[in-house]
C-alpha cells in the first residue's frame, strides 16, 4: 500500500496523529459503538469515547503494522507499547453514511511459541 493511501485510511479511522480531537469526534457517527470483547467493555456513543479518550491517563504508542479495507470495513493490525507493556491489536472498523458507527478492538499480549512447533514454523522477534 502505498504511503498517500495508508495516511488516508489512518486520517479515515482516526489514527493519525495529525488529527485534533475534534476532527476525529466528527468522522464517528451518532451510534457509534466501540467493543472491547476481551474485557467486556462497550462505550456506545461518540460523546462517550470522546471523554473516554480525554481522561486516558497514558495513551499507547502505536505501531499500524497493515491495513487492510473493503468497501465500508477497514481492519488493522497494529503494536500498541503501553510504556513498555506492549499487546498486539486488530482493530475492525466498519462505516456507515461514511462515518465510524463500530469500532471491535482485540489485544493479545505477545508470547514465546511452544518448542514442538519448532520444526514448521518461521519465528519473527521484534
Do not use: C
Request: no cysteine.
Amino acid at each position: 500500500m502505498d504511503i498517500a493511501k495508508r495516511d488516508e485510511l489512518l486520517r479515515k479511522i482516526g489514527l493519525s496523529e495529525d488529527l485534533d480531537a475534534e476532527a476525529e469526534y466528527e468522522q464517528r457517527h451518532d451510534d457509534y459503538l466501540m467493543e472491547m470483547p476481551q474485557s467486556g467493555e462497550r462505550i456506545r456513543g461518540r460523546d462517550k469515547m470522546r471523554a473516554f479518550q480525554e481522561n486516558y491517563p497514558t495513551p499507547p504508542r502505536i505501531d499500524v503494522r497493515k491495513i487492510r479495507e473493503a468497501g465500508d470495513l477497514i481492519v488493522v493490525e497494529a503494536v500498541n507499547d503501553y510504556e513498555g507493556d506492549v499487546f498486539h491489536a486488530v482493530l475492525i472498523v466498519e462505516f456507515r453514511d461514511g462515518k465510524i458507527v463500530r469500532d471491535t478492538r482485540y489485544y493479545a499480549k505477545p508470547f514465546d511459541p511452544p518448542e514442538w512447533r519448532a520444526p514448521w514454523v518461521e519465528v519473527e522477534k521484534g
